[in-house]
């Protein structure tokens, strides 16, 4: 089983910058790939990047070219590097690892909030 812990959310003026990290811990070495969730006020859950044990990366349309998915310390942690940050980006920020037996684990969202 994989833990993880979020930080780095906070209140940041439109056009701002912060980074997110997620620290796995537990059965790192089951993990194939992390990523990165975010849910809005009264709306659904919405994929934001998600990246491979080979460093794949995938964005969500919305967040191309503005956010950079990454993984350090052999690959036991995860970051999102949030650029150009707007309004509706504002979600709580979800971080997700998936293990070579097909279980996804959650952690337990960091808040971001941009003001206009």
């Known amino acids: 089983q994989v833990r993880l812990v979020e930080s780095g959310g906070g209140l940041v003026q439109a056009g701002g910058s912060l980074r997110l990290s997620c620290a796995a811990s537990?059965?790192?070495?089951?993990?194939?790939?992390m990523g990165w969730y975010r849910q809005a006020p009264g709306s659904q859950r919405e994929l934001v990047a998600t990246?491979?044990?080979?460093?794949?990366?995938n964005y969500a349309d919305s967040v191309k070219g503005r956010f950079t998915i990454s993984r350090a310390n052999a690959k036991s942690t995860a970051y999102l590097q949030m650029n150009n940050l707007k309004p509706e980006d504002t979600a709580v920020y979800y971080c997700?690892?998936?293990?070579?037996?097909?279980?996804?684990?959650w952690g337990q969202g960091t808040k971001v909030t941009v003001s206009s």
């Open positions: 997700t690892a998936d293990s070579k037996w097909f279980d996804r684990s």
């Open positions: 537990g059965s790192i070495s089951s993990i194939i790939a």
């Open positions: 990246i491979t044990s080979g460093s794949s990366t």
